[in-house]
């Protein structure tokens, strides 16, 4: 059964950086392409960023120059590095890969 493990998040004040990392069993890992969604409290899910398995990236306007999303196929783990993070960046943060997604990692933003 595939599972994905997610660790990296935590509490962070404004301006500061976290990166997220999700790992995948590895076949499945490098099989597929990945993706980042977010739920803040009260809000609907919304997609963040998106690697194909080929490695090209791709990003919501809202994080787009200040999350970068990547790969490391020998570790099979994707990481999102979050940098200039922002009070309404706080959510869940979930990895998918495949159709199977992580349990989330929460990421809080203080001002």
């Known amino acids: 059964q595939v599972q994905l493990v997610e660790s990296g998040g935590g509490l962070v004040q404004a301006g500061g950086s976290l990166r997220l990392s999700c790992a995948a069993s590895?076949?499945?890992?490098?099989?597929?392409?990945m993706s980042w969604f977010r739920q803040a409290p009260e809000k609907q899910r919304e997609w963040v960023a998106g690697?194909?398995?080929?490695?090209?990236?791709n990003y919501a306007d809202f994080v787009r120059g200040r999350f970068t999303i990547s790969r490391d196929t020998a570790k099979n783990t994707g990481y999102l590095q979050m940098n200039s993070l922002k009070p309404e960046d706080t959510a869940v943060y979930y990895c998918?890969?495949?159709?199977?997604w992580g349990q989330g990692t929460q990421v809080t933003v203080s001002s």
């Open positions: 590895g076949t499945f890992f490098s099989n597929n392409g």
């Open positions: 998918g890969i495949g159709g199977v």
């Open positions: 690697i194909t398995s080929g490695g090209l990236a």
